[in-house]
């Protein structure tokens, strides 16, 4: 039977890129979303994949929300922690609410996913969890003190995780992914933007698609020996 595969923040940008490529490879696929309705609807009716409305910042409601996608859909093998936000602004500038929001779901949406499906993926002795880190998160970033911590976190936790999985047959690993062309990335200021495009050796921003082929290796059958590895997908900006 097809595992079943988890993708938050599944519906825009690379994680719909990354549901789309484990579809391709014979996941069955869900995606979580926490805010517009409507852009949900538009994914499932063009992917087939459904998706489930939930906050990962919440702990209760990820945990509820996991038991409800393994009633109707199947148990959880595989999770790609992927929900992202941001709340850019220099230190002076940011409120204790903007650093609170981005660590509660870039970070706390890792933990709560993945309490609510290792043991499963224990049980059954076989899962695969990959969190989405950042270029950010490895190297720092002006204006992302927030952001930066979450996505250092990610990596720091994927490294702890991998170690209490390996015995079980349970891979966790991270990607890096430098600057890719999503809404996310549209939001920086032009002027900022064309600074940082400079600095990347191969000369564009990646693609979505380009992140979701190193999720669909990580979590495929040849991916069995990687684990508490980053992937770094970044046109060679930070080589690390
Ligand atoms: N290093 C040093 N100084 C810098 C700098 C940098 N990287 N960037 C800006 N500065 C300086 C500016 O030159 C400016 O100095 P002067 O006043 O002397 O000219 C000063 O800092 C203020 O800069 P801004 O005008 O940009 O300040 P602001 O308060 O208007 O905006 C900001 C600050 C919101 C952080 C803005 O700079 C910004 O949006 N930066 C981009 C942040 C970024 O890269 N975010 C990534 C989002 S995508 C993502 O996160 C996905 C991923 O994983 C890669």
Redesign the pocket.
Request: hydrophobic share 30%; charged share 15%; no cysteine.
């Given at each position: 039977m097809a595992h079943v595969a988890v993708v938050t923040g599944g519906t825009r940008g690379i994680g719909r890129a990354i549901c789309e490529a484990l579809k391709e490879d014979g996941f069955t696929v869900v995606a979580s979303y926490a805010g517009n309705d409507e852009k949900a609807r538009a994914f499932t009716d063009e992917t087939g994949i459904p998706a489930y409305k939930f906050d990962v910042g919440d702990h209760d409601a990820t945990l509820a929300a996991c038991e409800k996608i393994a009633a109707e859909v199947g148990p959880i093998d595989v999770v790609v922690n992927n929900a992202?936000i941001?709340r850019?602004?220099?230190l002076l500038?940011m409120s204790y609410e903007d650093w609170e929001d981005v660590m509660r779901t870039n970070l706390g949406g890792c933990f709560n996913m993945a309490k609510a499906t290792f043991a499963g993926m224990k049980d059954r002795k076989w899962g695969r969890i990959i969190n989405i880190g950042?270029?950010?998160?490895q190297a720092g970033?002006?204006?992302?003190v927030n952001?930066a911590a979450a996505?250092s976190g990610i990596h720091g936790f994927t490294k702890a995780l991998a170690q209490e999985g390996a015995r079980y047959g349970i891979t966790v690993n991270a990607i890096a992914?430098?600057?890719?062309d999503?809404d996310?990335?549209a939001?920086?200021?032009e002027n900022?933007?064309e600074?940082?495009v400079a600095k990347i050796p191969v000369g564009r921003l990646g693609k979505a698609s380009e992140i979701a082929r190193g999720v669909a290796f990580l979590a495929s059958e040849d991916g069995a020996f990687v684990t508490g590895s980053t992937m770094s997908i970044n046109g060679g900006q930070h080589m690390y």
């Open positions: 992202g941001t850019d602004g220099t500038k950042s270029i950010n998160g970033q002006y204006g992302q952001y996505k992914p430098g600057y890719i999503t996310m990335v939001a920086v200021p900022v933007l600074k940082i």
